[in-house]
């Protein structure tokens, strides 16, 4: 079975700091890794995705991940945050079928 | 732009009640997904369906149906609704085909909170 794992329930950042949000991956065969983020009260958003190449993935709104395999993580990081990138973010892996598997999630909370 | 609408942002139901959730989607996407979303536990998926009349159960499919008559169109039933059914619940669809199962993201609807009295 695939999975993957936040192990952070929040993270708390300063504005202008740099911001990382932990996930780790159990999967068999290549895996496929998302981003998504969801603002209150709405729906969740695509941010980016790791399929193959490059370890190093860009996405929407500055963020970008960092793929590793020797260590079975995906770390979602921006340089410097914003008040307004406090959200909920989830990572989550794709088996064949297309079916994706969700984190629990990580609450981020950048302050002034 | 991907649309998936899900027709009620707010609903409260009784118990005991059958209760429908519907969705939406406009881009012809084969994959669509139901998930519940409950604090600390995530999104878990409930069913999954990767074409028409055809569904798969998820991890907590316990209490609920689906159906697919429709490409576009993906419903969620409780056949009798419970207080632990109260949730937030998310749909979601996806391209399909091939080696594209695996590569492409989901397009998530507004959510419905549904709230069993």
């Known amino acids: 079975a695939q999975s993957v794992a936040q192990p952070e329930d929040q993270v708390n950042v300063a504005e202008g700091n740099p911001l990382t949000v932990k996930c780790t991956y159990s999967?068999?065969?290549?895996?496929?890794l998302f981003w998504y983020v969801q603002y209150p009260n709405r729906g969740l958003q695509f941010l980016l995705k790791?399929?193959?190449?490059?370890?190093l993935v860009k996405g929407s709104y500055g963020f970008e991940a960092e793929f590793n395999k020797s260590q079975t993580s995906f770390h979602l990081k921006k340089p410097s945050a914003l008040v307004s990138d406090s959200a909920l973010y989830f990572c989550?892996?794709?088996?064949?079928?297309?079916?994706?598997?969700f984190g629990a999630g990580t609450q981020v909370v950048v302050t002034p | 732009d991907v649309k998936v609408t899900q027709s009620s942002r707010y609903l409260v139901k009784r118990t005991g009640e059958k209760v429908f959730l519907e969705c939406v989607q406009d881009?012809?996407?084969?994959?669509m997904f139901w998930y519940r979303q409950d604090p600390g536990l995530g999104l878990r998926l409930i069913y999954f369906?990767?074409?028409?009349?055809?569904?798969e159960k998820g991890d907590i499919p316990e209490g609920y149906s689906v159906s697919r008559e429709k490409k576009e169109r993906f419903s969620l039933i409780l056949e009798s609704a419970s207080t632990n059914q109260t949730s937030m619940y998310l749909c979601?669809?996806?391209?399909?085909?091939?080696?594209?199962?695996?590569?492409?993201?989901?397009?998530f609807g507004q959510g419905t909170r549904l709230t069993v009295v």
């Open positions: 999967v068999s065969g290549n895996p496929y």
């Open positions: 790791y399929i193959t190449g490059d370890n």
């Open positions: 989550a892996v794709t088996d064949s079928w297309g079916k994706l598997q």
């Open positions: 369906s990767y074409d028409v009349k055809m569904k």
């Open positions: 881009m012809d996407h084969e994959n």
């Open positions: 979601a669809s996806s391209l399909s085909g091939g080696l594209a199962k695996m590569n492409t993201e989901a397009f």
